[in-house]
């Protein structure tokens, strides 16, 4: 098992773009480079869902972690935010023409497209809890 962390204390709006390149630069170290799209993408969702709604924009504790376990990459995002329940957003409008569509809505969608697993959970002591896998061929 490989595993890395970053840790902050107090993740807000302008810290996003490092989050993203802790977890880019960790691939590439590993030299999974074909996977960087689909995981900058649903890190960059994620880590602003956190920012905004489980913070409020005021920022908080913020943990991710990078695994490479077998052939699955696992990226894994903390934080002590407001509980949040992803079975309560609507699935978004995504059959009509893009100019009739509401905007925003298609974080939580586009992570479930790109990955093979997102798992959500939530403890009283440990908080939010993401979990993003793709399998690699590795």
């Not at 107090?10 to 799209?37: E, H, M």
Request: glycine content about 10%; proline content about 4%; hydrophobic content about 40%.
């Amino acid at each position: 098992m490989n595993e890395d962390t970053l840790t902050l204390e107090s993740a807000i709006l302008k810290d996003i773009p490092a989050i993203v390149d802790f977890v880019v630069n960790w691939l590439q170290q590993r030299k999974l480079d074909k996977y960087i799209f689909p995981f900058e993408t649903a890190v960059d969702e994620a880590s602003t869902n956190v920012v905004k709604h489980a913070y409020g924009g005021r920022g908080g504790f913020f943990q991710i972690s990078c695994e490479l376990n077998g052939a699955d990459i696992i990226i894994t995002i903390r934080d002590h935010g407001a509980k949040f329940d992803p079975g309560s957003v609507p699935l978004p409008e995504v059959d009509s023409a893009l100019k009739e569509r509401k905007a925003g809505g298609l974080g939580i969608y586009m992570m479930k497209k790109m990955m093979d697993r997102v798992d959500y959970g939530y403890s009283e002591g440990e908080g939010n809890r993401l979990l993003l896998v793709k399998r690699t061929s590795v």
